[in-house]
């Protein structure tokens, strides 16, 4: 399960709810969060008619609220947190804004105003990243999300409302009801998230959690499995006094009971020596016991357990098997296991399917890369249902090995067979190579898959080389000495040209809606695509932004072939440019793009484009950066930490990193956005 991981990757971080109200409290302690609760004092005042959306109230609100309380904590002799959680709710109907109601008369005007009609509400949420500096200044880091709900009132009279006003619960709730109370008698129906009504979307907050503490959640299960992996065995004290990273630190109490010592929450050494039941308690807890001949459990490793217990109940049973830690229950069951019993037992089923997975991953790509080179999906796609023979036929291979590839791809879910009543079988693609692996589709990713063979694939062959020289081996895997990596290994023939522009066009097909529409750029008329290539991310920014115009900035030798690429409906607000980004004057622009330039640089290559960058801007001007933001402990997304292995002479970052070395040319970090798609992005403001 995704959410447990990404809640358990705020253990041992000071996070902090701005916020007084009991039912988010409620809502994020449910879900086994540990947090300090620090009201916002941030006065919801905001002119409403500033906004567009009244969402954007709610984000803005949120926005505030979590700020005025990272800001406050250090000053007011608290720690600095590591994350503030901000929220806002807000029912809108017929284009107002209601909030929670200052009198009886209010909720009154209020409530007659949903009566029979469907409403929604809005939570805004706002996650503040704090990052302490040496010189104890602090850096915000901010993800900000809605999340809209429905809801429908059933016809009220007043003689219902007034009873319900005089119950006195719609007064500290957004629109004068509580759902989740008396309120719920007064609803029809309801579409969209519950506790987004009640306060807080909780669902959409792990979402964004996992985006930005795992991404991969493969990774995030890599940490529980690490758990498991490294403390097995017999030593059960360095086990439980060796916390894995990510949970409270065996010397040091939980930060927030470091913020708040909370004796009732904090077990004394007393506890462990007895099998006291929790079970009545509203959070039940459980308790471990060490054999008595290895002596008490101390402090650091009850916290270790009980927080996984807390999150991770199934994950608990495996924990406490390995470290052969006997087990009470909630319900008061002894549950006792050996070490021995463990040592000999097989295997664990998943841990071995994934280290194979590993193993094989190569021969999965190497499959896929070939069947889309000999264009067997273009193939299957027009004659679907042709057996391996009829294949072989048309791809010029032998029967044999078509029908090898053709079953992996089966296995691989890249095609489906069927048999026939001649017990041959027949193929046909499935939606996944339908979408992706057509020449013609969509979001094609063709191009980039025959790049990943013809230049990844050898540049990872020579890995070990690259891992001990730390450099990049292009002239092993390609035979030439290279200064530019562009001119002389990507642009040194018009084949080699073509092929690389286009995996850069059909990943920016793929990446570019989400990138173009990350942000409201509507203050921006004019952009500039720096080494925006075929112009593929320029239409998506047009597509996305009715008035915006957009330059793409590229080597000639770039400019020159962008004519192949062109879309079906061209649009003559996008313009090519032929220059040279390192060398050249850039056109003006309100609004530079960098997508997928910054991480294939060396420092100082990256200092002077972001120099020339600032040159060209004036106060207000914008930068938006989109490239694949290294989570904050570097532990992810494997796809940029596997990226950084083919050595180029660049760097991958995190969103902060990215903040401080733009922040150094002059930019502020103004949003954040770490989208579902291949490219994270990131809109900062020149000063
Ligand atoms: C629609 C609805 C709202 N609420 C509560 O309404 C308050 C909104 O006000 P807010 O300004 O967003 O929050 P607050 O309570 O003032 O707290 P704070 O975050 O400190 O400003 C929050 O409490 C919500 O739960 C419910 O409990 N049930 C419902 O069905």
Redesign the pocket.
Known sequence: MVLNPVISKLAGKLVVL???????LEILSNAGLRFEVV??W?K?TLDKGLFKAPHEY?VE??KQ?ALEVARRMPFKHLKTPDIVI??????TVDGMIL??PVDKEDAYRMLSSLSGKEHS?F?GVAIVVCHEKENEEVDYQLIEFYEETK?KFADLSDNMLWEYINSGEPM????G?????L?GMLVEYVHGDFLN????PLNHFCKQLDLIYNRCTSSADQEIVSVRLSHNGSHATSILTQPPPGLPAQSSPSPSSKAKPNPSSSPTPANYTHHTQNSSSANPVHKVKRKSSEGEVDESSWMLVNSLSKHTDDREAEFIYNTTLPLVTSSGQVIELSVTEHEDSEPKKDDLQRIIDLMDGFKASKALFTASKMCVFDLLQSRPGLDAAQVAQEIKASVKGTACLLEACVSLGLLTSKQRACQKSVYENTDLSSHFLLSDAPFSLRGYIQHCNDTVWPLFSHLESAVREGANQREKAFGKTSKDMFQDTFYNSQEAKLRFMNAMHSIAKVTGRAVATAFDLSSFKTACDLGGCTGAMAYEFTKAHPGLSVTVFDLPAVVEMSEHFLPLHTDNRVSFVAGDFFKDELPKADLYILARILHDWPDEKVGILLSKIANACTAGCGLLLSEIFLDEDRRGPSRGLLQALSMSEGKQRSATEYGLLLKSHGFITAHVRHTDNLLDAMLCIKV
């Open positions: 701005a916020s007084a109200s009991p039912r988010r009201p916002s941030f919801e709610a609100t949120a609220k901000g929220a806002d709710t807000i029912v909030e929670k509400v939570t809801v500290d709730k957004a629109g009801y509580g759902i989740q109370a309120g009504v009640v306060g807080f």
